[in-house]
């Protein structure tokens, strides 16, 4: 809209227009306000009545809740208002008229289910809190990218629609692709694993995921979006150094460009982690977790870690912190194992007080050893030739990790339900809108 003010940008003095949604009408008798919001802010439409066309002032007070206007008129200091000024319109514009029954409240006055604000998404975001967390997201996904830059690493785009799963044929959803059978990602793990292998070295991903878990929980997506990176010519200690760095980043990103969202939620103290995180090994985990007691049961050697026990572990420690060394029948294929140890893996989780977020380690690239990791998960390695021929013409170690947008935001902003940190989440229940 040609020569349209944000209301944040207006001044006292001035003849404006401003264009929004009618967030609130207050009739006061002889005089009215009508509180336009845009997304910046808010800003007071002051109607006298007596001293106004009365078309205007029809037109101005008449239209409903959430309707798109456009206002113009002089900008005047009025100590009273919510902002400080006032605008006196000389011309309303209804852009779009809302109906007068909203399936929710966009005010927040009235509160709504969760379950009805996904299915209204796009009036859910225009409180100010929820619009907050997606600012927040996109300040995130900001900070990550400069910090990958800043270590040398390229953005990369690797596809979605795959012959083979990353990690075989489970929890996988398969499409129609030209009369063949054909499957939506569950990770670009291999995709990027032969990106080291070229001359770009050292790379990331930020892009979408699926998988076909039946899961129904507070915690779990079918489409979620991760952040990925895979560096040739490191160990897996200096990629969980790139792998703090990126969520300190994003910590750190937030704490300096977010201090309104933040407000909005509550968070008055927001602080980045600056300590270096722990690492311990999946051994020192365990006996740490037991020591709890907590637990029913005690684990053992061997033992994933079920959610009570990753809250035991989290509470105990208290920060985020890294678990290394797991055991190789935990992890998949592609990680590598001590050679001294071929029990063992170079495996790591980074993990919140919360729950797990970044899997990662360091990869195996001697072509024996991959093929003979496939077979010993019950994988046939000639289904993943476009990989593994690639492992004969000279791959370098490398190592590289993955953790996922919604659960870094969900962790941060200590969100209920990761759906929150989504803006259209897909799960077992939920495929529109």
């Known amino acids: 809209m040609e020569n349209r003010t944000h209301a944040a940008d207006v001044a006292a003095g001035e003849t404006a227009t401003v264009a929004g949604w009618v967030h609130e009408i207050r009739d006061l008798g002889g005089i009215a306000f009508l509180i336009l919001r845009d997304k910046t802010g808010k800003l007071q439409i002051k109607f006298e009545k007596d001293e106004m066309d009365d078309d205007l002032v029809e037109t101005g007070l008449g239209v409903h809740r959430e309707s798109v206007v456009a206002v113009t008129g002089a900008v005047e200091e009025e100590p009273r208002a919510p902002t400080g000024l006032e605008m006196v319109p000389d011309s309303v514009d209804v852009l779009a008229e809302a109906d007068p029954e909203l399936p929710l409240d966009p005010s927040g006055k009235v509160d709504a289910e969760l379950p009805t604000r996904l299915n209204n998404r796009t009036l859910d975001l225009r409180k100010p809190e929820v619009k907050a967390i997606f600012e927040i997201r996109a300040e995130i996904l900001r900070s990550v990218r400069e910090y990958f830059r800043s270590v040398g690493s390229t953005e990369i785009n690797t596809p979605k629609i795959v012959a083979t799963g990353t990690e ?15 499957f939506m990602n569950q990770s670009p793990q291999l995709f990027k694993q032969l990106m080291v292998g070229s001359g770009l070295e050292r790379v990331f991903e930020i892009g ?25 010519f490191v160990d897996h200690h200096e990629a969980m150094d790139v792998c703090e760095g990126t969520l300190k980043a994003a910590y ?47 684990l053992v050697w061997g033992d994933d870690l079920s959610t009570e026990a990753e809250k035991a572990l989290g509470d105990d420690v208290g920060g985020h912190y890294f678990i290394t060394d797991w055991p190789s029948e935990i992890k998949p294929f592609y ?30 690239h001697r072509y024996d050893e991959l093929v003979a990791g496939f077979e010993q998960q019950g994988l046939d390695p000639e289904q993943f030739d476009y990989y593994t021929r690639m492992f004969k013409y000279g791959m370098p170690p490398h190592a590289g990790w ?32």
Do not use: W
Not at 168 to 182: S, V
Not at 336 to 362: A, I, N, T, W
Not at 414 to 424: G, K, P, S, T, Y
């Open 208 to 232: 979408p995921i699926f998988r076909a878990e039946e899961h129904n929980t507070p915690r779990h997506l079918n489409e979620a979006t991760m952040i990925d990176f895979e560096s040739a």
């Open 168 to 182: 075989g044929g489970t929890e996988l959803f398969p499409i129609t692709y030209f009369g063949k059978e054909a």
């Open 402 to 433: 993955a953790y996922g947008v919604e659960r870094l935001v969900m962790t941060m902003l200590d969100l209920d339900n990761i759906r929150e940190a989504v803006l259209f989440p897909r799960d077992r229940q939920r495929l529109s809108p």
């Open 252 to 298: 750190e990103g937030v704490a300096e460009n977010c201090q309104e969202q933040l407000e909005l939620l509550g968070y008055d103290d927001f602080e980045a982690p600056s300590d270096d995180f722990p690492r311990l090994t999946y051994e020192e985990a365990i006996e740490r977790i037991n020591a709890t007691g907590e637990l029913d049961t005690q």
């Open 335 to 364: 990680i590598q194992d001590y050679d001294d140890d071929p029990q063992l893996s170079k495996g790591f989780d980074l993990m919140h007080p919360r729950m797990e977020l970044v899997s990662g380690g360091q990869r195996e």
